[in-house]
Antibody
Framework: QVQLVQSGAEVKEPGASVKVSCSAS????????MHWVRQAPGQGLEWMGR????????NYAQKFQDRVTMTRDTSISTAYMELSRLRADDTAVYYC?????????????WGQGTLVTVSS | QSALTQPASVSGSPGQSITISCTGT?????????VSWYQQHPGKAPKLMIY???KRPSGVSNRFSGSKSGNTASLTISGLQAEDEADYYC???????????FGGGTKLTVL
């Protein structure tokens, strides 16, 4: 069965970087795009970007363009999302979500989420 | 401000039907039949309920249905049950650059 397992909660100081991992199993990792979505406390869902695990190609939301880097390691079927220059308002749960194709409006499978807390 | 507009809250009694709207623009909802709906219970990851505007994933109750007309998509839940109480989010594909845009979410209360 398809599973996306994310890394554990992180606490970071303002200005630092965080790297969240998403380990995939139960399917061919390189066959499906991986998206990253975040949710601040009590707020809605926000799309951050996506990666094509086959080519490594990425698309980022304009809001995060200069601070986010999405990568993957196909040898261990894992996608990564790194966010730099963290601010207090980056405190959120970060999710990875698998999309069925390049042109798709949904993620059929989601990770359990990783809480990132930014605080001094 | 979210890209897609949803009502902040809706409510209904057990057994009743409710509909949640999701209004976008000609750049997202209006251009693609790629609207999805998610159910989210507190502390849990979103769960896909509807994709491609009206399709249900395997295992999702047929009490959940979706539709789209122009720039507005809708999620209807019939035969409301207590377990349906949750937050619901719509999402639309919006092109190669923006990709996914979400609604602000709707809190469903089962009275």
């Amino acid at each position: 069965q398809v599973q996306l397992v994310q890394s554990g909660a992180e606490v970071k100081e303002p200005g630092a970087s965080v790297k969240v991992s998403c380990s995939a199993s139960g399917y061919t990792f390189t066959a499906y795009y991986m998206h990253w979505v975040r949710q601040a406390p009590g707020q809605g869902l926000e799309w951050m970007g996506r990666i094509n695990p086959n080519s490594g190609g990425t698309n980022y939301a304009q809001k995060f363009q200069d601070r986010v880097t999405m990568t993957r390691d196909t040898s261990i079927s894992t996608a990564y999302m790194e966010l730099s220059r963290l601010r207090a308002d980056d405190t959120a749960v970060y999710y990875c979500a698998r999309a069925p194709s390049a042109v798709a409006g949904h993620g059929g499978y989601w990770g359990q989420g990783t809480l990132v807390t930014v605080s001094s | 401000q979210s890209a897609l507009t949803q009502p902040a809250s809706v409510s209904g009694s057990p057994g009743q039907s409710i509909t949640i709207s999701c209004t976008g623009t000609s750049s997202d909802v209006g251009s693609y039949n790629l609207v999805s709906w998610y159910q989210q219970h507190p502390g849990k990851a979103p769960k896909l309920m509807i994709y491609e505007a009206s399709k249900r994933p395997s295992g999702v109750s047929n009490r959940f249905s979706g539709s789209k007309s122009g720039n507005t998509a809708s999620l209807t839940i019939s035969g409301l049950q207590a377990e349906d109480e949750a937050d619901y989010y719509c999402c639309s594909y919006a092109g190669t650059t923006t990709n996914w845009v979400f609604g602000g979410g709707t809190k469903l209360t089962v009275l």
